[in-house]
């Protein structure tokens, strides 16, 4: 069973253009997240939401919108995509808010931008 | 704020190789300490994590890993790595309080070699 899944895996795209990407976990957690992984490997928090609220909302343009219509799902909005969002963004979740349990990640969706 | 320093950028290892990966950390208070493992190619897994109790706690795969409190440290050691180990290590901390994410250090990528 896929305890965090994320849809699609891949996603190659022309600049300009406006993607979303999925996530949905069947943990029964109530914080899911949103990180970016850049070509160095760095994993960056973007955003956090505790049952469908958002609590963390780091220094991320705001061409990013996060969407969490239930606690289950809370996928990733990207509008006019650039190069530099070319990266792995990873979908986790984690049954306590605010970071404080362990957090369980997707397989990650690696969006390629040209 | 809070940052986590990961020394090592890339360690190369013969197989039965003893491993120790250097993890600090910045901040005063009460933390929680993870290492997550990425292996090639698939999403971050959980190797072990620190809430409280004692300072060495053991992990999957016969990693450990010990908090030394005074030095901000939560290093990573395994005593004979595996070609399988091959993979890139993510240390974080998690500040105890409300509406904070995992910070994570920039990684450590592991090379062993059989």
């Known amino acids: 069973d896929t305890a965090v899944s994320q849809t699609p895996k891949y996603l190659v795209t022309q600049m300009g253009n406006d993607k979303s990407i999925k996530c949905e976990q069947n943990l029964g957690h109530d914080t899911m997240y949103w990180y970016k992984q850049d070509s160095k490997k760095f994993l960056k928090i973007m955003f956090s939401?505790?049952?469908?609220?958002?609590?963390i909302n780091e220094t991320v343009p705001n061409r990013f919108s996060p969407k969490s219509p239930d606690k289950a799902h809370l996928n990733l909005h990207i509008n006019s995509l650039e190069l530099g969002d070319s990266a792995v963004y990873f979908c986790?979740?984690?049954?306590?808010?605010?970071?404080?349990?362990?957090?369980?990640f997707g397989p990650g969706t690696r969006l390629t931008v040209l | 704020a809070q940052s986590v320093s990961q020394h090592n950028h890339h360690v190369i290892l013969s197989e039965a190789a003893s491993l120790e990966l250097g993890c600090n950390y910045s901040?005063?208070?009460?933390?929680?300490l993870f290492w997550y493992v990425q292996y090639p190619g698939q999403h971050l897994q959980l190797l072990l994590k620190?809430?409280?109790?004692?300072?060495l706690v053991k992990g999957i795969k016969g990693f450990e890993a010990e908090f030394i409190k005074s030095k901000f440290s939560f290093n990573l050691r395994k005593p004979s790595v595996q070609w399988s180990d091959t993979a890139e290590y993510f240390c974080?901390?998690?500040?105890?309080?409300?509406?904070?994410?995992?910070?994570f250090g920039k990684g450590t990528t592991l090379s062993v070699s059989s």
């Open positions: 974080a901390v998690n500040a105890i309080q409300a509406g904070t994410a995992l910070i």
């Open positions: 986790a979740s984690s049954l306590l808010a605010g970071g404080s349990g362990e957090q369980f």
């Open positions: 620190y809430f409280s109790g004692d300072p």
């Open positions: 939401y505790n049952n469908k609220e958002l609590i």
């Open positions: 901040y005063g208070g009460t933390v929680n």
